[in-house]
T-cell receptor, first 115, second 113 residues
Framework: DGGITQSPKYLFRKEGQNVTLSCEQN?????MYWYRQDPGQGLRLIYY???????QKGDIAEGYSVSREKKESFPLTVTSAQKNPTAFYLC??????????????FGDGTRLSIL | AQKVTQAQTEISVVEKEDVTLDCVYE???????LFWYKQPPSGELVFLIR??????QNEISGRYSWNFQKSTSSFNFTITASQVVDSAVYFC??????????FGAGTRLTVKP
């Protein structure tokens, strides 16, 4: 089955530690996205990537980093600079079209908490 | 700047009731796309429908229907004869010609048996 796989489902971070969230897709989508979901705030875009080896900052990129070395993979690192990392993180992918009419397909999410 | 407002934070209904989830949007673009997603307790967002700004035809899919009105910048979602399995958080989203997708804060729907 085609889809998006996020791992782990739950992650705990110690103070000063960097942690990496995995996102893999087998939908052959060009574009991939990372969102952060906090209660009552909807989804906020952290980073997105249209093609391999290229990515762009979203609205809340500070304290996060990404890489896109393969089309299928878009890992997100939550660095120690992110002072409030506790949230639900969602990865998504889509066909990339300039007109922005493509729906995004989402993974099951990773819930990150501070120890 | 784009904005999506879902004023209803939480709605609770009894099974078989009809329920409408409101979505109001703001954009300066003439070409844009509106979406609804469902987020069940498992966490992933499931795509329900897309509507472009040039197509104001309402759509019905089984118990789901959508009412798009450009005059009021609204794209409301109605569930007829609600069921317990409809319990979820529902998000309305807006995407403009720059591929910038904005989500509303979501409406949590609880359907009680």
């Amino acid at each position: 089955d085609g889809g998006i796989t996020q791992s782990p489902k739950y992650l705990f971070r110690k103070e000063g530690q960097n942690v990496t969230l995995s996102c893999e897709q087998n939908l052959n989508h060009d574009a991939m996205y990372w969102y952060r979901q906090d209660p009552g705030q909807g989804l906020r875009l952290i980073y997105y990537s249209q093609i391999v080896n290229d990515f762009q900052k979203g609205d809340i990129a500070e304290g996060y980093s990404v890489s896109r070395e393969k089309k299928e993979s878009f890992p997100l690192t939550v660095t120690s600079a992110q002072k409030n990392p506790t949230a639900f993180y969602l990865c998504a992918s889509s066909i990339w079209k300039l007109r922005g009419d493509q729906p995004q397909h989402f993974g099951d999410g990773t819930r990150l908490s501070i120890l | 700047a784009q904005k999506v407002t879902q004023a209803q934070t939480e709605i609770s209904v009894v099974e078989k009731e009809d329920v409408t989830l409101d979505c109001v949007y703001e954009t300066r673009d003439t070409t844009y796309y509106l979406f609804w997603y469902k987020q069940p307790p498992s966490g992933e967002l499931v795509f329900l429908i897309r509507r472009n700004s040039f197509d104001e035809q309402n759509e019905i899919s089984g118990r789901y229907s959508w009412n798009f009105q450009k005059s009021t910048s609204s794209f409301n979602f109605t569930i007829t004869a609600s069921q317990v399995v409809d319990s979820a958080v529902y998000f309305c989203a807006l995407s403009d010609g720059n591929n910038d997708m904005r989500f509303g804060a979501g409406t949590r729907l609880t359907v009680k048996p």
